[in-house]
């Protein structure tokens, strides 16, 4: 697969997440499970909904050119250590690590520019280090931009995770659960539990090729958020300055972690076209919780919208880094094999991809299918009557079989049906073609002796997502919930 063109100039989708997370398609069609309607020939996606092209699905990944006001992301790194690199980047991995942990509640803020862009991007991170609270924001000097935070509930404030686009403000469902869910994947039993009431999240701000990414990301016992940014496989040269580590990446673009914080203290890439930087400005103690409070966009409760971590396209990175990480994937116990390692985690992946969709209906699904598949109450008196005429007409072979028993027989036929309209309308379904299009993406970046691995990888994790959705429509019934038909 070839990667996305570079965009120069031009004017950018701005926060393209946020518009279809406020304006989410409605459907207007009929049609039913395996029957055909005049109107939309069965389908079971909305018809609205419009894929964007590979390159603007992956453009918006939590991410916005330099050139526009800055769309903000939950992102995680995975962070690692590669031996090949030598003893002092480990070193240099751990000083930081204790470094950033001393650091105690802080306020930074950074500022980036790059030759493609209007006006420079002004950064903000904050940690209250005693309730868990973070806010990550970026925005342009005239004041566009957005921000994404975490608060616990307290002191007259509602907590949760918010994400301000613009105008729109939402209440985003489910995201620290997804982080968590990430984690467990990713290192199982490896990561220490969080402080009970926080999701331990820390705000971290980096500079890509083209784009600027904001994100609020787990942390990792003993590392800085701002040091696991650095792949390990592609750093060539690591340079010891007065107040600041310095790593050269192959393609020539630098990072600096500062020596005080274990902050990243900047990055940028070749001059051949201009200037592209971004650099820490200033680091500051955070003078208590009304200081942070200070610095939470203002919300009008009654325009605050709810959404998922996927609707609000907050979870597209951590897909990617989740593929990566299987891609990478040797240990022993956790299956090396591609089927193996997700069947191993099949469990935790159906909780993952539940948690992205803020344990909610899958983007793209109809109101009325779902209301139609989730009627249990209608499902139990018609299978009862379907029951009940089957023993009467067959005693012999039917005297055995329970009303559980046949119940979950209709309710398997259901799924399989529902698998097989999802199978037959794939890409026109907008979680599973977006994440198809997302792991393409993904693909093109592995090396040549990977890209065999990461194929299979990447159809099994669409799979597994696909069987998500199926559960999350049609879920197990206990037999408690049958006893009265």
């Excluded at 496989?233 to 972690?257: A, F, N, P, T, Y």
């Excluded at 020596?259 to 001059?271: C, H, I």
């Excluded at 299956?335 to 992946?349: I, M």
């Excluded at 698998?419 to 794939?426: C, M």
């Amino acid at each position: 697969m070839s990667r996305p063109s570079r965009r120069r100039g031009g004017s950018p989708d701005v926060f393209p997440a946020s518009r279809k997370a406020q304006d989410p398609p409605t459907d207007s069609a009929g049609g039913r499970i395996g029957k055909k309607n005049s109107n939309d020939g069965g389908k079971i996606f909305h018809p609205q909904v419009r894929l964007d092209p590979p390159h603007k699905l992956l453009e918006s990944l939590c991410t916005t050119p330099m050139n526009a006001p800055t769309a903000i992301c939950c992102f995680f790194l995975v962070a690692s250590i590669n031996p090949a690199i030598g003893q002092p980047v480990e070193a240099w991995g751990e000083e930081l690590g204790r470094k950033y942990a001393e650091l105690g509640s802080f306020r930074a803020t950074y500022r980036a520019v790059s030759p493609t862009a209007e006006e420079p991007l002004e950064g903000l991170l904050i940690e209250d280090r005693e309730t868990g609270a973070c806010l990550v924001r970026l925005q342009s000097e005239s004041g566009q931009g957005g921000a994404v935070w975490w608060m616990p509930q307290g002191g007259g404030e509602k907590g949760g995770t918010y994400a301000k686009f613009g105008d729109s403000t939402f209440k985003v469902r489910g995201l620290a659960e997804l982080v968590r869910r990430h984690q467990e994947l990713i290192s199982p039993g490896e990561r220490e539990p969080p402080p009970a009431g926080t999701p331990n999240l820390a705000p971290s701000i980096q500079l890509g090729v083209e784009t600027i990414s904001a994100f609020l990301s787990p942390k990792m016992p003993g590392l800085s958020p701002a040091f696991s940014g650095a792949p390990p496989s592609r750093v060539e040269e690591l340079r010891e300055r007065q107040d600041s580590i310095e790593l050269i990446l192959d393609d020539g673009s630098w990072i600096r972690l500062d020596r005080g914080t274990g902050l990243l203290a900047g990055q940028g890439y070749p001059e051949d076209e201009g200037e592209r930087t971004l650099t820490l400005e200033s680091v500051e103690p955070l003078q208590g919780r009304n200081a942070f409070l200070r610095e939470i966009p203002k919300i009008d409760p009654t325009k605050l919208k709810e959404a998922s971590p996927e609707a609000l396209q907050l979870a597209n990175v951590l897909h990617s880094a989740l593929f990566h990480q299987f891609v990478n994937q040797t240990h022993p116990e956790r299956g090396q094999k591609p089927e193996e390692l997700v069947t191993s985690n099949a469990s935790g992946l159906k909780a993952y991809w539940l948690a992205a969709w803020g344990h909610g209906v899958p983007p793209g699904f109809p109101d009325h299918v779902v209301r139609m598949l989730r009627d249990l109450e209608g499902q139990k008196k018609q299978f009862h009557r379907d029951w009940a005429a089957a023993k009467e007409a067959r005693p012999d072979i039917m005297k055995d079989v329970s009303f559980f028993h046949y119940f979950q027989l209709r309710r398997m036929k259901l799924r399989d049906e529902l698998r097989l309209k999802i199978e037959a309308e794939s890409t026109k379904q907008p979680a599973l073609a977006h994440l198809q299009l997302l792991l393409d993406g993904e693909l093109s970046k592995l090396a040549a002796g990977q890209a065999a691995r990461g194929r299979e990888l990447a159809k099994l994790m669409v799979q597994s997502q696909r069987e998500a959705m199926i559960s999350a429509i049609l879920p197990k019934i206990p037999e408690e919930a049958l006893k009265s038909p």
